[in-house]
T-cell receptor
């Protein structure tokens, strides 16, 4: 498809289980971002990948969270030993490489994964 | 001071009204500015970039005031379909790819 694709769209799991969320960015977009959005809250930055550079993990809330981006395309966000406070919508976005330009490239978002921890 | 600050609203306006949203940002080194809209339970979508000279896209006008570190969005002749949350977005610092999203201003346009 033409847009950012995320799966699953919904995930319900029990506290303590591990979950894996997938993001397939727009073809040709070298930058990929993960955010989460709790109910009624703004977007919280989690992690950013840019090409082959080391990812910016400064937003990951704990060491239970990790993400990979294989082959510079698809990314997976893994949450280990999930807690109830992890319940949120996890959004992935991608953009063209804006480095070296005077302005950022706009980010295009997927539909998100709605994660519910019971 | 928060990195990006917006009035959360809600703004309730009648169809056809003109409504303006404001946003302030804390980092004077920020170079890129956007307005996104987010419908209820949907992902954010780019509405428009904000340029130094100000820019207009149909009924939407965005302005940037670097001296005051202030961004605005004006919606003229508002439609029912404009009902959404409007997110002010700023890059974290010059040359940074990280964007900081405001919490958004909720707009409801009533018939």
């Amino acid at each position: 498809g033409a847009g950012v694709s995320q799966s699953p769209s919904n995930k319900v799991t029990e506290k303590g289980k591990d979950v894996e969320l997938r993001c397939d960015p727009i073809s040709g977009h070298t930058a990929l971002y993960w955010y989460r959005q709790s109910l009624g809250q703004g977007l919280e930055f989690l992690i950013y990948f840019q090409g082959n550079s080391a990812p910016d993990k400064s937003g990951l809330p704990s060491d239970r969270f990790s993400a990979e981006r294989t082959g510079g395309s698809v990314s997976t966000l893994t949450i280990q030993r999930t807690q109830q406070e992890d319940s949120a919508v996890y959004l992935c976005a991608s953009s063209l490489d804006g480095r070296g330009r005077n302005s950022n490239q706009p980010q295009h978002f997927g539909d998100g994964t709605r994660l519910s921890i019971l | 001071r928060k990195e990006v600050e917006q009035d959360p609203g809600p703004f309730n306006v009648p169809e056809g009204a003109t409504v303006a949203f404001n946003c302030t940002y804390s980092n004077s080194a920020s170079q890129s500015f956007f307005w996104y809209r987010q419908d209820c339970r949907k992902e954010p979508k780019l509405l428009m970039s904000v340029y130094s000279s100000g820019n207009e896209d149909g009924r939407f006008t965005a302005q940037l005031n670097r001296a005051s570190q202030y961004i605005s969005l004006l919606i003229r002749d508002s439609k029912l379909s404009d009902s959404a949350t409007y997110l002010c977005v700023v890059n974290k610092m010059s040359g940074s790819e990280k964007l900081v999203f405001g919490k958004g201003t909720k707009l409801t346009v009533n018939p």
